[in-house]
């Protein structure tokens, strides 16, 4: 009698299960170990990964991306910022070099305000900082009026306080200042866009319309879980 080495079909449908198993157990630790890689080819700045994926974005990419999380700044009462303990969330920053926050800095902190309550129901997603290396309280309010055209407050203190209370004010050295925002000395309509793991990773400015930006947000909001 000739032997056949081929197997039953219940032999075969265990060996497909368990192999289907095999696959599905191990799913989870190749996309791991490929979103891994990827991100270390984007931190290094090797890889453009908006380009790979075609998104068409109206912001400047920011490569490599800069850690905002870590890199020592400060809170007003004069405690160090820990970025680990707040809610993962997309954040506006605006940068200010200077003792002054003159009709560009009042713009831009009304600007991303603006853009901050269009979002809508994705509102609670986003937070906003300002950043500079001079204190709030030692920070004088140069403009002669404000962009919402409400009454011109005594001081700058009292205009983030009266103006935008949610905004968490940030204080660094002026090398932190320069390593984290370098784009702002040359173009100061220049505000950036923190992901929620603290990588600064984007950057507007005048050049990039209001419906634009709103655009890129939601388009990121919609791929993040957070």
């Not at 191990?26 to 991100?39: D, E, K, Q, R, Y």
Request: aromatic content about 10%; charged content about 20%.
């Amino acid at each position: 009698m000739v032997q056949s080495n081929s197997k039953t079909p219940a032999a075969a449908g265990a060996s497909n299960g368990r192999l289907v198993l095999l696959l599905i157990a191990g799913l989870p630790v190749t996309m791991i170990l490929a979103a891994s890689w990827l991100w270390f080819f984007v931190v290094k700045g090797d890889l453009d990964i908006v380009g790979v994926l075609g998104t068409a974005n109206r912001g400047n990419l920011v490569q490599p991306p800069r850690q905002l999380a870590e890199a020592g700044l400060t809170e007003a009462d004069g405690s160090a910022f820990a970025f680990s303990v707040l809610e993962p969330q997309w954040t506006f920053v605006v940068a200010n070099e200077s003792a002054r926050c003159d009709s560009a800095c009042e713009h831009l902190l009304y600007l991303t305000r603006q853009i901050h309550l269009a979002m809508g129901k994705e509102y609670n997603r986003i937070r906003r900082f300002y950043v500079s290396d001079i204190k709030p309280g030692s920070t004088r309010l140069a403009v002669d009026q404000l962009s919402d055209g409400h009454p011109l407050p005594a001081d700058f203190a009292t205009y983030l306080e009266r103006e935008h209370p949610e905004v968490l004010a940030l204080t660094g050295t002026s090398g932190q200042m320069q390593s984290l925002f370098p784009e702002h000395a040359d173009a100061p309509d220049s505000w950036y866009l923190v992901d929620p793991a603290g990588w600064i990773m984007m950057r507007y400015d005048d050049s990039v319309s209001y419906k634009d930006v709103i655009a890129d947000l939601k388009f990121l909001l919609k791929n993040s879980s957070n």
